[in-house]
T-cell receptor
Framework: AQTVTQSQPEMSVQEAETVTLSCTYDTSESDYYLFWYKQPPSRQMILVIRQEAYKQQNATENRFSVNFQKAAKSFSLKISDSQLGDAAMYFCAFISSGSARQLTFGSGTQLTVLP | DTAVSQTPKYLVTQMGNDKSIKCEQNLGHDTMYWYKQDSKKFLKIMFSYNNKELIINETVPNRFSPKSPDKAHLNLHINSLELGDSAVYFC?????????????FGPGTRLTVT
């Protein structure tokens, strides 16, 4: 079974600064995908960024980038130039390309952006 | 033009009642899911349907019964509601055999059992 661990229940960052959210996972699969989802107070789950395990290049989406270390099973999210609208709960999630398409989520990191 | 919609968004009911939550997606996806988010914000899969066929059924009390009348709909019926069922329930959908395996989530239904 897969597990996803987010060791930072809460983080804070000053507006315009950079913050990194940590995520580690455990799996015996070789083909899988990793995601970061954002959940603002509206509770809508919003996909932030996706990484395919077979790709060595780290994914980037505007101010959001990941540091994917496959051997270490680590998948951190870096938010650059933080904005007030980035304040949310961030979930790391794993999905195997095997037969069961269920997302396994970490426990989340609550990000506060300070003006 | 909402991609994944759920009704109702809020549901307050008493213990022992039976209630349903409806989910519809207009993305043409063939797989739909129900997730439960508890009071500590932890998200866990409950069910998954692919082309109207149940493919994931996690350890969930059998008071919970999903129903998929067609590929675009996946409803969740809950019998004999208990206090511990209070949570936010999310519906999601995805397309099998796509490279991304992205799941698109509905807005969630906050269920409060009193």
């Amino acid at each position: 079974a897969q597990t996803v661990t987010q060791s930072q229940p809460e983080m804070s960052v000053q507006e315009a600064e950079t913050v990194t959210l940590s995520c580690t996972y455990d799996t015996s699969e070789s083909d899988y995908y990793l995601f970061w989802y954002k959940q603002p107070p509206s509770r809508q789950m919003i996909l932030v960024i996706r990484q395919e395990a077979y790709k060595q290049q780290n994914a980037t989406e505007n101010r959001f980038s990941v540091n994917f270390q496959k051997a270490a099973k680590s998948f951190s999210l870096k938010i650059s130039d933080s904005q007030l609208g980035d304040a949310a709960m961030y979930f790391c999630a794993f999905i195997s390309s095997g037969s069961a398409r269920q997302l396994t989520f970490g426990s989340g990191t609550q990000l506060t952006v300070l003006p | 033009d909402t991609a994944v919609s759920q009704t109702p968004k809020y549901l307050v009911t008493q213990m022992g009642n039976d209630k349903s939550i409806k989910c519809e997606q207009n993305l043409g996806h063939d797989t739909m899911y129900w997730y439960k988010q508890d009071s500590k914000k932890f998200l866990k899969i409950m069910f998954s349907y692919n082309n109207k066929e149940l493919i994931i059924n996690e350890t969930v009390p059998n008071r919970f019964s999903p129903k998929s009348p067609d590929k675009a709909h996946l409803n969740l019926h809950i019998n004999s509601l208990e206090l511990g069922d209070s949570a936010v329930y999310f519906c999601a959908s995805s397309q099998e055999d796509t490279s991304g395996y992205e799941q698109y989530f509905g807005p969630g239904t906050r269920l409060t059992v009193t």
